[in-house]
């Protein structure tokens, strides 16, 4: 199954400011998604991103909140704008391999927004 | 739509004993099932999944699940539980996103805590 490199692990920013995640898989994969997990509760899909194409976010979730980039089939970027105390969440990208449903995930972004 | 339904948010249980984690789903169309395990400050690890065939599932760091259509149930057992098996636990179904692929829909989660 494919590896993915996931950065920053954890981050503290100020109000207002923004930041940028980083997913590097080290094989070519078609399709990334990025999840966010509030404290203490589940994964929800923010957004598909495809090489190629523009991003295509979930309910709830906007391009201009949460921008997406996905120049080659390893690597993505999300980048959290405009951060508030309620973005402070863990943030995670996944990706889909094979036939049988075999999804791999980052070990994520702890992002605390002060 | 689907939906997943874990209704234990923590299940405490002593070292050695066995345990199960309940997940109950609901989806309209076939059925693919999965169970992850979060371990602190990491990411989702695979432990098993369920797209056909026998209907009792093995899978990683001895657990197994059960799955149970007449009860749309896919509840995850280990017969003697070890500290290093406290974590979070997700159920997922297999979920139509809005890019048309396919996804996975989590549950809230169980957090399983080992007492030694």
């Known amino acids: 199954s494919a590896v993915i490199s996931q950065k920053p692990s954890r981050d503290i920013c100020q109000r207002g400011t923004s930041l940028t995640i980083q997913c590097q898989v080290d094989?070519?994969?078609?399709?990334m998604f990025w999840y966010r997990q509030q404290p203490g509760q589940s994964l929800t899909l923010i957004a598909t991103?495809?090489?190629?194409?523009?991003?295509?976010?979930e309910s709830g979730f906007v391009i201009d909140k949460f921008p997406i980039s996905r120049p080659n089939l390893t690597f993505s970027t999300l980048t959290v704008s405009n951060m508030s105390p309620e973005d402070s969440s863990i943030y995670l990208c996944?990706?889909?391999?094979?036939?049988?449903?075999?999804?791999?995930f980052g070990s994520g972004t702890r992002l605390t927004v002060v | 739509a689907q939906s997943v339904t874990q209704l234990d948010s923590q299940v405490p249980v002593f070292e050695e004993a066995p345990v199960e984690l309940r997940c109950n789903y609901s989806?309209?169309?076939?059925?693919?099932l999965f169970w992850y395990v979060q371990y602190p400050n990491q990411g989702l690890q695979l432990l098993l999944k369920?797209?056909?065939?026998?209907?009792l599932v093995k899978g990683i760091n001895g657990f197994e699940a059960e799955f149970n259509k007449s009860q749309t149930s896919f509840h995850l057992r280990k017969p003697s539980v070890h500290i290093s098996d406290t974590a979070e636990y997700f159920c997922?179904?297999?979920?139509?996103?809005?890019?048309?692929?396919?996804?996975?829909?989590f549950g809230t989660g169980t957090r399983l805590t080992v007492i030694p």
């Open positions: 991103a495809n090489q190629g194409s523009e991003a295509t976010y």
């Open positions: 094989s070519q994969v078609t399709m």
């Open positions: 989806s309209s169309v076939s059925v693919y």
């Open positions: 996944s990706v889909r391999q094979g036939g049988d449903y075999g999804y791999t």
């Open positions: 369920y797209l056909s065939g026998s209907t």
């Open positions: 997922a179904v297999n979920s139509r996103i809005r890019s048309g692929a396919n996804n996975l829909f």
